[in-house]
Nanobody
Framework: QVQLVESGGGLVQPGGSLRLSCAAS????????MGWYRQAPGKQRELVAT????????NYADSAKGRFTISRDHGKNTVHLQMNSLKPEDTAVYYC??????????????WGKGTLVTVSS
């Protein structure tokens, strides 16, 4: 059974940095797309960044451009989100998502349970 597990969240001061990681495991054949989303209190979940694994093309929300970088470990089912110059408005639960094919031939979107990022002084 496919599982995505995020790590790296926590409390950071404005202007600081955090690196989130997400590891996928369990019956994975290949991964098409990796992404990070976030949901702030009282708001809808929104896209932060995505990465198409075939050619490593990244796409960022305007709020993330120039501050966040999505990357992956080649050969490992792991995606990272390096977040710099963090602002209080970046406070949210960050979710990892992957579109992947399983060894049984299914293609689905999978989600992690999320990791909390709090930006506060």
């Amino acid at each position: 059974q496919v599982q995505l597990v995020e790590s790296g969240g926590g409390l950071v001061q404005p202007g600081g940095s955090l690196r989130l990681s997400c590891a996928a495991s369990g019956g994975i054949f290949s991964i098409y797309n990796m992404g990070w989303y976030r949901q702030a209190p009282g708001k809808q979940r929104e896209l932060v960044a995505t990465l198409i694994t075939r050619d490593d093309i990244a796409n960022y929300a305007d709020s993330a451009k120039g501050r966040f970088t999505i990357s992956r470990d080649h050969g490992k089912n792991t995606v990272h989100l390096q977040m710099n110059s963090l602002k209080p408005e970046d406070t949210a639960v960050y979710y990892c998502s992957m579109t992947l094919w399983t060894v049984t031939g299914s293609q689905m979107d999978y989600w992690g349970k999320g990791t909390l990022v709090t930006v506060s002084s």
